[in-house]
């Protein structure tokens, strides 16, 4: 026999027909009791055989053609789905930097208030010694003012009685 470069469809109908003429020759030789077997397994047989004939891609250049074209088509939506996850983790990122910028900017701004709230008791102490010591000066004034007054009466009066 010629070996020639077959199809991969002819060569799985040769390599069946091969072997549902050695299931005659078994069959031949089988007592009628197990007939039955070697039956059911030449009707699987013929039924692959009709499914490889009516079934089998011819043109699996078609098949490799479409099957790159899907597996592109596939690279295209992983390409474009990482790149969508590194822009979802590039703002989560950015976000994350914002978040990070205002809670520094807050902690500032926190002991900045710390700070002119201590300041502001510090004016307050000062303010009410500032006050305390006015209140004491308008009451030694006042003193002053309430001796000076006694001092004229007495002058008045001792002028008065003296001349």
Do not use: C, G
């Not at 009709?50 to 089998?56: D, L, S």
């Not at 902690?107 to 510090?122: A, G």
């Amino acid at each position: 026999m010629l070996r020639r470069n077959r199809s991969p469809k002819e060569e799985l109908t040769m390599l069946l027909t091969q072997h549902e003429k050695f299931l005659d020759r078994v069959k031949r030789k089988l007592p009628k009791e197990h007939k039955k077997i070697i039956d059911d397994e030449r009707k699987s047989l013929n039924e692959q055989i009709t499914a490889i004939k009516e079934n089998f891609v011819s043109n699996y250049e078609e098949k490799i053609k479409l099957f790159e074209k899907e597996k592109k088509s596939f690279e295209q939506k992983i390409k474009k789905l990482e790149r969508t996850v590194k822009r979802h983790e590039n703002k989560i990122k950015k976000r994350t930097l914002k978040s990070n910028y205002w809670n520094a900017k807050n902690e500032r701004l926190e002991l900045e208030n710390y700070v002119l709230l201590n300041e502001i008791e510090d004016w307050k102490e000062i303010y009410i010694i500032q006050h305390e010591e006015i209140n004491d000066q308008e009451k030694r004034i006042e003193d002053l003012e309430l001796e000076m007054k006694n001092l004229q009466v007495n002058y008045w009066i001792t002028s008065r009685f003296v001349n």
